[in-house]
């Protein structure tokens, strides 16, 4: 079935440094991908997304592209901020259905130290 | 617009009772989804209801179950609740069609004792 692999944490970066969280999937079809993030106690905020090959998703300084022949949706962030600390999660939709239904990866834990 | 919304926050039971969750979803969204996270397992998919059905859950017991109303709010059900049923229990909702994004409501967490 479909899977979700992401990079283990915790990442401790200092503020201003550059962010890579990797993220590669395994998909039968062409699902699309997203990120979320998880602030302390709170629920997953949608961060990013995209729908087909080669697409870039952004939002708030972060970016992540669609990598077909790497299956890969490596998120970016050129300088972090105290306030990106948080957990993020990548994920996929579900590709053998139109269910909408997502499949996550583990998690990334990003500390960031002023 | 209103995102999705979650009840209660905060939620505590004893071992063996029973805790109802509630769910409104984005006005105009008609499928709703369940996820559990639980401390060190991570996101896993519990229950999805569409136009009112249950269409497809994950790997739980029958103890959870849940129903989808007509506005196409849900509630999700745990029976004879267990230590290990404490965690964030999330709703999301999704407008029908391909490529459509999943947005997740607050959490309503459940802490058994």
């Known amino acids: 079935g479909d899977s979700v692999t992401q990079m283990e944490g915790p990442v401790t970066l200092s503020e201003e440094a550059f962010l890579t969280i990797n993220c590669t999937y395994t998909?039968?079809?062409?699902?699309?991908l997203f990120w979320y993030v998880q602030y302390p106690g709170e629920g997953l905020q949608l961060l990013l997304k995209?729908?087909?090959?080669?697409d870039k998703g952004s939002n708030k300084g972060f970016e992540a592209t669609y990598r077909k022949e790497t299956t890969s949706f490596h998120l970016e962030k050129g300088s972090v901020q105290v306030s990106d600390s948080a957990v993020y999660f990548c994920?996929?939709?579900?590709?053998?259905?139109?269910?909408?239904?997502?499949?996550f990866g583990q998690g990334t834990t990003l500390q960031v130290k002023p | 617009e209103a995102g999705v919304t979650q009840s209660p926050t905060h939620l505590i039971k004893t071992r063996g009772q029973q805790a109802t969750l509630r769910c409104s979803p984005i006005?105009?969204?008609?499928?709703v989804y369940w996820y559990q996270q639980a401390l060190g397992l991570g996101l896993q998919f519990l229950l999805w209801y569409d136009e009112g059905e249950e269409r497809n859950r994950g790997n739980f017991p029958p103890r959870f179950s849940g129903r989808q109303f007509p506005n196409y709010s849900s509630e999700l059900n745990v029976n004879a609740l267990e230590l290990e049923d404490s965690a964030l229990y999330l709703c999301a909702s999704l407008t029908t069609g391909v490529g459509n994004t999943i947005y997740f409501g607050e959490g309503s967490w459940l802490t058994v004792v």
């Open positions: 994920a996929l939709s579900e590709s053998s259905s139109n269910t909408g239904k997502l499949i």
């Open positions: 998909a039968t079809g062409y699902p699309s």
């Open positions: 006005s105009g969204h008609t499928s």
């Open positions: 995209a729908t087909k090959a080669d």
